[in-house]
């Protein structure tokens, strides 16, 4: 196996301790506003990383495309969650 196909799981491995620490089931910190952040730049580094995958030689396009693909979706649904959470007055607390 080559290295780019590695370094394509690996970013989705970085997606999915990203979805396990947004969701809080691995909680280092107990606090969704320090594991929130790691979440993200686990995200982010997972996309960069599989982003980076598809130019190296000898690599599963599919795999590169599709952890690209689940690293950039996580992202941005996180952000659009976040976003909404942080424009909202909480009046149905």
């Known amino acids: 196996m080559s290295l780019a196909n590695w370094l394509a799981m690996a970013a989705v ?16 910190f107990h606090n969704l506003s320090i594991d929130g952040p790691l979440a ?3 995200w982010g580094i997972g996309a960069a990383l599989s982003l980076a995958t598809l130019w ?8 590169s495309a599709a952890s690209l693909s689940v690293n950039v979706m ?6 659009l969650v976040l ?3 942080g424009h909202s007055n909480f009046a149905w607390h």
């Open 83 to 85: 976003w909404l959470i």
């Open 40 to 42: 993200l730049l686990s």
């Open 13 to 28: 491995a970085l997606a999915l301790l990203g979805v396990l620490l947004f969701l809080e089931v691995i909680r280092p």
């Open 74 to 79: 996580l992202l941005l649904a996180a952000l």
């Open 56 to 63: 190296l030689s000898g690599r599963s396009f599919i795999l």
